[in-house]
Structure formats: structure tokens, C-alpha cells
């Protein structure tokens, strides 16, 4: 197990290091370059030649790479003309939100997902499972804004028991749950769709193999066999899957956010791109990133957790 | 009188199939008491397995038992709710299965896979499940329990996961276990051990056991009863010793003369059961197997009754064969294919709509030469393919850095050669790297060392185009005909895919070329619109030996070319093989863990152990004489369909199971498992020595003395090795 972590690690911080090489490529492809895309094209020439010392890219570019990497690292990633704020302190500010809202809806979506797909699973080709399947299709096909625009004019407009904007988040617990309430389940209902038809499918497949059949013919009840016998082996598939929509998650988030005012990281890039603020975008890009690399490793360490045959190798 | 535990009347399961009923068990009835063990022989699709299964009630969602009573122990299971049901399994009947790899659960440790009876039937506290577990670990063979009971059923080997299997049976003492084919997944010794645990703990527990097989060996050495199956129904049921020596149904009569025998004439045909089992859901009015039966007249197409034909000999056939003498297995068994006494008969014989009725008969032509005739030409033949030292070894690597920490010897240092037209059998148990081998011979892989030479080239030595055209001399025939052909190409397209690749021919040729071959190989022209799942799997083996043949190959691999088939089917197979190879001039390298099957195909034996050629020598001689204790161990280790040889042997004749291929024992390899291994064995790695023209084995204590000279002259097939084997110095 610890080899398997071990080498798991490595690879992790070896596709860091060629996606900050990228995003570093990036940042020097902008047009007029970093110093241009940060002063505007109306700058002098001394205060971009002033810039450009202070920024050191009159250096050698692998010595710019070691500097930006290394600024990266202690989570100083440039500063904003536009906000006049560091990038590093509008992400710490920004990203826990979305944390939160991220980390909120992928655990529901979880937690209904997996029950769910084991019920259908279970029940499969019955009425009810046809039923949840057609009721999972719908949510599957809707893109989640046209979902968050649906609970808006359902939950808020029709019956207004919730609120369609975030804009007073932070002002306490009570407020903060029913403002979170309405962007968590637009973001949750499409992965719960997505997952539980994993989750169904590799029920179906476990509850036909023959170490189902071996569980049966000791007695097993159908919660044991659920439980014991194929959860487990159904979850090793899914949590692969769940580190895989992770990225997808975060930015269908970005919709979301702008579309609920929440001031999350979404919104932070919305603004961003629309303001052309690189460094901010830039910032948030490898957010994104670093959260694609960390999902996945943990749906790895996840899968060796539930997976013996990973883990004694 | 011993008491009755199982007695199922009149059992009739169903099968809800899109718009029709298949009647999967139609009519069994069967008895088993105390400390019995009654076996239920058949081929696939007959019914065996769904019969165990009904008696479970752990059929498929769209199967039902829609009559018949199976009362357990007085007490009919039939109308109990699922519920009660659930107290039954796994409590007084249990089951096991035939792949134990994947009949347990992974995730889940064995101790607690083992436990999990008595969790659920007794309510047993933790600590008196362990204790339990561990005891029942320890009744079914499995060294130190307590340092496996927290391993996971992939950490086992093949035979230990059977055990554990076993064990989950167990656990909770049942009155009746049901073994489905619990030892076609296993190499022949491993299968010995297990039959012989089995024995053991049937007496020790006085269980009663139902034995489902095909394996006719295994049923005349461990079962007390027979029932015959065919096509959902029960045929034939006597005594053990009564079936072998008065076989009255011509199917099971065909079943037993179709395996092929370590005593065979290998140039004789084998005899075949022509066709395959009827589709349950169109079945033949009347006796089901009439259309494949020799002896089928007019009668026929009335259903023949189960009837008493001697004192607890029942048999349900118009024509009960043994009657009249010179019939019946037991002469069959002197001289195969011997024509009964019983007159040609009035029915055709029946075939199928793919296969063209002159098909079994075109695979004998032409006549096939005698067995002194061949050996003398193939002596003459040139040697077509020639193995020289050659080494597989993959590396094993661990740790976080995926370091390289040893390497799992696959092949090491293997030698000899195969004469134009010659069949070389490779034997050996699973892991022994007989299989690498091929691939090798086939040009798959690299060897890490040695060479391999094709009409005395070395075809790796070549790369990119030079090596594509030559691989049409080369041509692989694969075990699985189910998995080795593209489920979504037609016949003709797979067919024709080697001529395409290797530009062989014009459009027009390559379809001629297709339609002679499905000819030979006596499958219908219409086959080329059809898509594999079609076919039966005997029809797809005759498809997969089509594709090997379209290059007109000088050499053909065939790895396990039969052990996915019925033996009925089998024969077919093996006869085509031996024919096709008298018509084109092949030669054959065949990897098979069958040692009769190779006796009766090859001219040219090679035993491997463990990545070592441990004997070599003509298919004969190597069975008559063999001087390996391995290769003597194996032969002993094959089931033979016939109890009185079955039940005189006295317990598994190799012991123990393959050590890892990575450190493997040092000196003799095979020394760990060997009755006769002493001192010497684990020092000095023996040498190849000679005993007689073209035998060789390598062996400190040989079960033969050695010739005096080790370089065997004018022998009729001579194999490259003679040269003592280094380490032996």
C-alpha cells in the first residue's frame, strides 16, 4: 500500500510540473506579453521597461519558469491591475467558498447517488427502477444552468421559499444555508444522474457474478448481499468515475456561480474574463488544476482502499 | 439402511426466454443418501447445472421450477417462501462452484468469506466464528490457517481458493453439498487433491454429495451413482461400476467412446458424436437424441420411457445398446470405432443446417497412414522449426520506484525441434510456461535470450514489413472460440482479413480461397454471411481453424485448441485437426494441460516444469515409459473412465502445488514436490539424459535407467537437445 501511495504521489507532482509549465507557456504567449497584458496598451515605455525589470522577464526564460514556479508555491501568483489586489489573496478569499459549495453538492450527490444506483441495481428492469431511470435521464439531459434556472422560477419565483440570489452570503448560518440551498442542488442533480447510473449498472453487473451467486447459496439476505457483498465492489468502479467529474464540477460551478451572484471563485473568473484580467484567470486556471490532479489522486487512493487486488501488488 | 437426505421427484425448471418456455430439466429424478456421493454427468447445455441449481433455488431471474417435489430430508423445498429458503442454503445444502477465482468476493478476506455462514445461520459471535473458520481452514488442507485467514482470495493459488471454497461450504456442517464442476478450472494434480478432499470429507462428515461433471474420468473414480443428462433429460442412471461395464444409452456409450484414451490408437479416428445438442427450444419429436444417435430408427419419434433395464439400471432408449455382444463401452473400449453389431440405420444421421451431412466423413480422407509408416517419413522430414536455449524472464518490479526486484522465470533454457509435418506437444501444469513458449515460437514475443528458427531463419531477427510477410507461416489457433473472434465481423470478413493483410491474391481468389476452406473444415458456404454467435462452439473452433489455414501456414500454434468444447465436439475437432494436417502438410505445435488429448495428437511429447523442459520424447514412449517422476506423476493424474482403474489409485500423485516462478527451488525445480527427491536434487540441477531413441528427461533419480549412449542415433524423431544442460558440469 505504501508503494502504491508512494508512486501515486510521484505521479501527481509529475503532472503538476508539466501542467505549471503550460499554464507558464501561457501566460508568455498573451498578446504584448506579461507586462502589456497587466499595464494596458496606453503604458509608456519607461514604466514597462520598469515593470519588466521588476517582474524579472528580461531574464532567461527557464530562470523566469524557477521564479514564477516558486512564487506559485508560496501562493504569490501575480496581482491584479484591475482589483488592485494580489491574485493569492482574491483566491483565498474566493476559493473557500467554492469549497464549500463544491464540496457540499458532490458529497450529496454522492450520498444519494450510491443508494440509489444499489436500489436500481437491485430492482432492475422493475417498474420503479424504469421510473428512477427516466426520472435520472431528465436531469442528465438538462444542462445545470437551464436546472438552476428551473429551481429559481420553481422554488423562488412560484413558491418563493428560497432565495435565487447568494449575494448576502457570509451574514450568517441560517442565511447561508438557504442561499447555498438552490446552487448546491442545480449542481448536484446532474451528477447524481450521472453517478447513479454508474452505480446501477456496476450493481447489475456485481449482483450476476459468481461471488454473488457463492453469497446466496450460504443464505445471504438481499440487504447482506447489497451490503456486503456489492457495495464495495460497485463503489471501486464509481469512486473512479466521481474523481474523474471533479474538474467538470468545479466548472460547471463557474455557471452556476454567476448565475446564483454567489461570490465564488466563478464569479471571480466571470469578471476576470470579461475584464481580461490574465493573472487573475491565470490564478484561477491553475486552481482548477491542482484540483483535477488532487481528485483524481484520491479516487487512486480511494479505489486501493476499497480494492485489495490494488493494493497487494 | 443409510438415510435418505435428498430425493427429487419428477423436477421440471423453466426457462421464460423472449416469447417461449425451454424446459432446461425436464423430468429428473434423482436420490442421494447419507455419505453417498451421486454424480450427474453431461455436456453443456444438458441440464446438470440448473438441476443443482434448482434444487437450490438459485436459478436466474427468468427460471423457475414449475413441478416436481425435492424434498431434503423428508421436507419439500419446492413451495418453501424465499425466506425460508434462505435458512436452507448454506446450512444444510451448500454449493461450490467451478472457478474459484471468481466465486469468491475480492473485497472481502477469506477468514470472513468462510465465517459468513455462521454469521448468518447461527448468529455466532466474532470470536467463536474465528475459532470455526480457522478449524474448518484447517480440515480442508490450508497450511497455517491463522496466517492466511486475513488474506484475500487473490494472495491464493488456483487449489487454496478451491479449498476456501470449500471451506465456505462447510462451515456450517450441511447435510448435502452440491459440487458444480468444483475441479474443471484446476490443472490435473491440483484436481486430484481436491477429488481426494472431497472423498475425505464426504466420509468424515458423512455428507451427501451431488457431483456435477463432464468428466466422465471423474465420475468413474468418485462416484457411487450416475445419472446421465441429455438435453434437459435424465437418460441413463446406475451404479457407478454398472454404467462402465453395461453402458446401455448410445449416447453415453458415444460420450465415453469420444475421449480420447491414454491407450488409443493414435492413428485411428476417434470416434465422434456427429452434430451437437439440440437447441432447447426446438427440440426433435420424440428421444432428444435420435438425430445424433447410430442407432435411431423410425421408434424414435416416440418418446422413449425411463425403464428399468436391469436391477437399479434405468435407461430410456428404444435401442439400449450392450445387448447384443461386441456393442457397448466396455468393447468400445478394446477397439475403437468398432463396428457394432446393431444394422446401419434407417435414420440418416442427423446434422445441422451449417454443417454438410458428409462432414465427419471428409474428415477422414484420406485414409490415415499407419503409425510405423509416419514415424518413418517423418524421420526423413527436415526440421522445420528449431528452439535454442531459449529464455523468457519478465521483470517483477515493486516499491514506490517500481524498482526492478527479481524476475519471474517464464521459460528458462528450453531446446528442441519440430520436423516438417510432425505435431509437437507441449504438456504441462498451468504456470509452467508452456503458453510463453508458443508465443514465442509464434513470433509474439522476444525471447530474453536463445534463438527461435523458422526453415532455419530467425523471424525476430527481422522487422517491420520483412517480419509482417512472414508471419503468414505462422499461424495460432486459440482456446477460447468464443473470445478469439470478432463478434462483429462476418465469418467471410475474418476469413478473408489474413489475404487482405497480406495482399494475397485478387478479390475473387481470396473469396474462392474462404469457400474451399470452409469446405474443408466442413462448415456451409452460406457461413460467410453469418456473424460469429451463430455458431456453436465447436462450429467456431472448426471457424478459428479456418482462419489459421487461409495463409497456408507451415506451422500452426495451437494453444488449448480443445478444452473449451465438449468432449463429443472435442473429437470432431481433433480428427479435423489430424486430417487438415495430412491434406496441407502442417505441422503442429500444441499446448495443452491434456495428456491424452496430446497423446492422441502429437508425434513428439515435451513435458515442461516450471520454465524447464523436464522430458522429451515420442508421444508413446513418453506415456508407456515415462522417466521423469513429473511426467509419471501427470499421467497418474488423469481421471480414466473406468472405476476399477479410477478407484484403485490411492491418493494424488504429485502433492503440493507450482512454486512462484521467481525464486524458483534451487537445483532440480521439481524437487520440492517430488516422492523421490533427495539431497542431490536441491544441489545439482540434473542433466537431460538419454533413455532410447529421441527420449530425454532430466532427472537425478529417473524411473528408467539411461541409455548408455546419450546421443540416441537413427532415432524416428530426433529432438535438437543432447546437450547436457549447464549447472550440470
Known amino acids: ?313 | 439402511m443409510k438415510q435418505r437426505i435428498l430425493d427429487v421427484e419428477h423436477l421440471r425448471t423453466e426457462f421464460h426466454l423472449r416469447s417461449v418456455n425451454v424446459a432446461a430439466v425436464d423430468d429428473v429424478s434423482l436420490t442421494i443418501d447419507q455419505g453417498e456421493c451421486v454424480g450427474l454427468v453431461g455436456e453443456s447445455g444438458c441440464g446438470k447445472s440448473t438441476t443443482g441449481l434448482s434444487i437450490m433455488r438459485l436459478l436466474p431471474r427468468s427460471g423457475h421450477v414449475t413441478s416436481g417435489r425435492v424434498l431434503l430430508d423428508g421436507r419439500d423445498l419446492v413451495p418453501l417462501s424465499e425466506a425460508e429458503m434462505r435458512q436452507v442454503r448454506g446450512r444444510a445444502v451448500s454449493m461450490i462452484f467451478q472457478d474459484p477465482m471468481t466465486s469468491l468476493n475480492p473485497t472481502m478476506t477469506i477468514g470472513a468469506q468462510v465465517a459468513e455462514p455462521l454469521v448468518i445461520h447461527f448468529g455466532s459471535s466474532k470470536k467463536a466464528a474465528l475459532d470455526r473458520t480457522l478449524e474448518t481452514l484447517h480440515l480442508v488442507g490450508i497450511p497455517n490457517p491463522r496466517e492466511r485467514v486475513d488474506d484475500y482470495p487473490h494472495q491464493l493459488s488456483g487449489g487454496l481458493r478451491q479449498r476456501v471454497m470449500i471451506a465456505t461450504a462447510l462451515a456450517a456442517e450441511p447435510k448435502l453439498l452440491i459440487a458444480d464442476e468444483p475441479t474443471t478450472a484446476l490443472d490435473v494434480t491440483i484436481q486430484a487433491q481436491i477429488l481426494d478432499l472431497l472423498d475425505r470429507l464426504r466420509e468424515e462428515l458423512s455428507m451427501a454429495v451431488l457431483l456435477i461433471t463432464h468428466d466422465m474420468g471423474v465420475i468413474a473414480g468418485r462416484t457411487d451413482r450416475v445419472m446421465v443428462m441429455y438435453a434437459g433429460k435424465m437418460v441413463e442412471a446406475a451404479t457407478t461400476d454398472e454404467l462402465f461395464a453395461a453402458t446401455r444409452h448410445p449416447y453415453a456409450e458415444a460420450l465415453l467412446q469420444s475421449i480420447p484414451q491414454l491407450t488409443q490408437d493414435a492413428s485411428a479416428r476417434l470416434p465422434s458424436i456427429p452434430g451437437h445438442p439440440p437447441d432447447l427450444s426446438r427440440l426433435p419429436p420424440g428421444c432428444r437424441f435420435a438425430p445424433r444417435c447410430r442407432y435411431a430408427s423410425p421408434a424414435c419419434v416416440e418418446e422413449p420411457p425411463l425403464e428399468e433395464a436391469a436391477a437399479g439400471h434405468l435407461v430410456a432408449c428404444f435401442h439400449p445398446v450392450g445387448v447384443l455382444p461386441g456393442s457397448g463401452a466396455a468393447a468400445a473400449w478394446s477397439a475403437p470405432g468398432a463396428p457394432s453389431g446393431i444394422p446401419e440405420p434407417p435414420l440418416p444421421p442427423a446434422t445441422t443446417p451449417l454443417e454438410p451431412s458428409g462432414a465427419p466423413s471428409r474428415d477422414g480422407d484420406p485414409m490415415p497412414p499407419d503409425a510405423a509408416t509416419r514415424r518413418l517419413a517423418l524421420a526423413a522430414a527436415p526440421v522445420l522449426v528449431e528452439v535454442d536455449h531459449l529464455v523468457k524472464e519478465y521483470p517483477v518490479r515493486g516499491g514506490g520506484m517500481r524498482r526492478r526486484v527479481g524476475s519471474v522465470k517464464a521459460v528458462s533454457d528450453v531446446s528442441f525441434g519440430i520436423r516438417r509435418g510432425e505435431t509437437f506437444g507441449l504438456v504441462g501444469e498451468s504456470g509452467c510456461g508452456k503458453s510463453t513458449l508458443g508465443r514465442m515460437v509464434a513470433a509474439l514475443e522476444r525471447p530474453t535470450s536463445g534463438t527461435v528458427r523458422l526453415g532455419g531463419d530467425e523471424l525476430l531477427r527481422l522487422r517491420g514489413a520483412d517480419l509482417r510477410r512472414r508471419r503468414r507461416e505462422l499461424q495460432l489457433m486459440f482456446q477460447d472460440p468464443y473470445a478469439s473472434l470478432d463478434p462483429r465481423m462476418r465469418v467471410g470478413s475474418i476469413l478473408r482479413e489474413p489475404l487482405v493483410v497480406q495482399g494475397v491474391g485478387d478479390r475473387r481468389q481470396q473469396w474462392e480461397t474462404v469457400a474451399s476452406l470452409l469446405d474443408e473444415v466442413g462448415l456451409s458456404r452460406r457461413a460467410v454471411d453469418l456473424y460469429p454467435h451463430e455458431f456453436s462452439g465447436g462450429q467456431r473452433q472448426r471457424i478459428g481453424l479456418a482462419r489459421a489455414l487461409t495463409l497456408n501456414p507451415r506451422l500452426v500454434v495451437a494453444d488449448e485448441p480443445v478444452s473449451a468444447l465438449d468432449v463429443s465436439i472435442q473429437s470432431q475437432i481433433l480428427n479435423l485437426m489430424k486430417a487438415l494436417q495430412r491434406n496441407h502438410g502442417l505441422t503442429y505445435l500444441v499446448i495443452s494441460h491434456d495428456l491424452a488429448v496430446l497423446r492422441y495428437l502429437s508425434d513428439t511429447i515435451g513435458v515442461m516444469y516450471l520454465g524447464k523442459m523436464v522430458e522429451l520424447g515420442a508421444a508413446d514412449d513418453i506415456y508407456a515409459r515415462p522417466a521423469h517422476p513429473y511426467t509419471h506423476g501427470l499421467i497418474q493424474a488423469i481421471p480414466v473412465p473406468d472405476p476399477s482403474i479410477e478407484k484403485a489409485k490411492r491418493s494424488a500423485a504429485v502433492r503440493g502445488e507450482l512454486p512462484s516462478a521467481v525464486n524458483p527451488p534451487s537445483g532440480c525445480r521439481f524437487r520440492t514436490r517430488c516422492p523421490l527427491a533427495q539431497e542431490i536434487c536441491a544441489e545439482e540441477e540434473p542433466p537431460l539424459r538419454g533413455f532410447g531413441p529421441g527420449h530425454v528427461a532430466a532427472c537425478h533419480f529417473p524411473l528408467l535407467s539411461p541409455s548408455a549412449d546419450q546421443q540416441a542415433g537413427g532415432a524416428p524423431v530426433v529432438s535438437v537437445t543432447s546437450e547436457p544442460a549447464p549447472g550440470a558440469s
Open chain 1, 1 to 313: 500500500m505504501t508503494g502504491f501511495v508512494v508512486r501515486r504521489f510521484g505521479q501527481a507532482v509529475v503532472v503538476m510540473i508539466i501542467v505549471s509549465i503550460v499554464i507558464f507557456g501561457i501566460l508568455h504567449a498573451l498578446p504584448g506579453g506579461l507586462v502589456r497584458a497587466q499595464l494596458g496598451p496606453r503604458a509608456t515605455a519607461f514604466s514597462v521597461h520598469e515593470l519588466t525589470i521588476q517582474e524579472g522577464l528580461n531574464k532567461p526564460i527557464v530562470v523566469q519558469y524557477g521564479i514564477w514556479a516558486w512564487h506559485a508555491l508560496q501562493g504569490r501568483l501575480g496581482f491584479s491591475y484591475k482589483l488592485n489586489e494580489s491574485v493569492g489573496a482574491l483566491l483565498s478569499q474566493y476559493l473557500p467558498r467554492d469549497l464549500l459549495l463544491v464540496g457540499i453538492s458532490l458529497l450529496l450527490a454522492i450520498a444519494i447517488a450510491v443508494p440509489l444506483g444499489l436500489w436500481q441495481g437491485y430492482r432492475r428492469n422493475r417498474p420503479d427502477d424504469h421510473a428512477l431511470s427516466a426520472l435520472m435521464l431528465v436531469f442528465y439531459s438538462m444542462p445545470s444552468f437551464l436546472l438552476g434556472v428551473i429551481l429559481i422560477v420553481v422554488l423562488n419565483i412560484w413558491v418563493d421559499v428560497l432565495p435565487s440570489t447568494a449575494t448576502n452570503f457570509g451574514t450568517g448560518l441560517g442565511t447561508d444555508i438557504s442561499v447555498l440551498a438552490l446552487p448546491v442542488f442545480a449542481l448536484c442533480l446532474g451528477n447524481v444522474s450521472y453517478f447513479s447510473r454508474y452505480m446501477r449498472s456496476s450493481t447489475v453487473d456485481n449482483l450476476l457474478s459468481d461471488h454473488v451467486r457463492t453469497a446466496l447459496a450460504k443464505g445471504a439476505s438481499p440487504r447482506r448481499l447489497l451490503l456486503r457483498h456489492v457495495l464495495r465492489n460497485s463503489l471501486t468502479s464509481t469512486v473512479t468515475l466521481i474523481g474523474l467529474t471533479l474538474p467538470y464540477v468545479l466548472s460547471g460551478s463557474l455557471i452556476i456561480e454567476a448565475l446564483f451572484n454567489y461570490p465564488g471563485m466563478g464569479l471571480l473568473f466571470w469578471n476576470a474574463a470579461q475584464d481580461r484580467d490574465f493573472p487573475v484567470l491565470l490564478g484561477v486556471v491553475l486552481v482548477v488544476t491542482v484540483a483535477t490532479v488532487v481528485g483524481n489522486l484520491l479516487a487512486d487512493l480511494g479505489y486501493a482502499a476499497l480494492d485489495p487486488r490494488i493494493r497487494y501488488k
